[in-house]
């Protein structure tokens, strides 16, 4: 089981619009923040920040945050890399408080991490031509109840995977009782069936998201979230085209 599976635990639908991060108007950028990909705002115009976890600083406290949202679901976890060629751990913050975080990474000689349970579904979707690529380490803060910052890191992980280096299909391992949440919010199918990961004893499923779904579903809702307040998914909360673009840009120099 990949560690995504315990901050996806926090990863659900609001209960209510008054606790936490709902973006209201268009992501916003500030000029000035040269180290920040994107920026955005909840409601009540409160600002958080998109940023590449690319010193000790950052990396310590995102690590904090996965190792308390882990053992608060029971689950073991390895240390957070460092970016290297191929890997990169966001961050979403507010002010200098790390309140979710994700690492991308791109298939490599190495392997995915996701590989270690499902060996055959990999080697069949790299048999296929795929591109592969796995979103892991997903953490999110406690007090996270809406769907921008989600939105905005989930956006950012994908223009890395998706603009950057063409992948064609991202694979997650999540808990059983997560998968319609996959499946709903962000087009994920189902590839593998259930099975126990001993590193944390607990289950997994492995995902699926073609990436020319997520890419289509970008065209169709990205920046729209007013006209998209009757979708179900995540999608109206990513960013506008004119916005991903140079946030794209941004991305490129790390």
Not at 164 to 189: A, S, W
Not at 224 to 236: I, K, L, T, W
């Amino acid at each position: 089981m990949s560690e995504i599976q315990a901050g996806a635990s926090r990863a659900q639908p609001p209960a209510s619009t008054s606790a936490g991060f709902v973006h209201q108007g268009r992501p916003r950028w500030n000029a000035t923040a040269a180290d920040d990909i994107a920026e955005s705002s909840d409601e009540f115009k409160n600002q958080f920040k998109i940023r590449v976890v690319d010193n000790s600083s950052r990396r310590v406290r995102a690590s904090e945050l996965i190792q308390r949202r882990y053992a608060w679901r029971g689950y073991s976890t390895s240390p957070l890399p460092r970016n290297d060629a191929g890997r990169v751990t966001l961050s979403a913050c507010v002010e200098d408080a790390t309140v979710a975080t994700i690492t991308a990474a791109l298939d490599s000689p190495e392997g995915l991490y996701v590989s270690r349970l499902y060996p055959d579904e990999v080697r069949t979707l790299r048999a296929e031509g795929r591109k592969l690529c796995e979103f892991t380490k997903l953490a999110v803060d406690e007090s996270v109840r809406s769907h921008a910052v989600l939105g905005a890191i989930f956006h950012v992980a994908c223009m890395y995977v998706l603009n950057l280096h063409q992948c064609t299909d991202v694979l997650i391992e999540v808990n059983p009782r997560h998968v319609k949440f996959y499946q709903r919010m962000l087009g994920f199918k189902r590839v593998g069936a259930e099975r126990l990961d001993p590193e944390v004893n607990a289950p997994a499923v492995l995902l699926r998201l073609d990436l020319d779904h997520c890419a289509a579903e970008i065209r169709r809702l990205g920046g729209r979230r007013h006209a998209g307040e009757g979708e179900r998914s995540f999608y109206p909360y990513f960013f506008a085209p004119d916005e991903a673009a140079q946030i794209v840009g941004r991305l490129r120099g790390h």
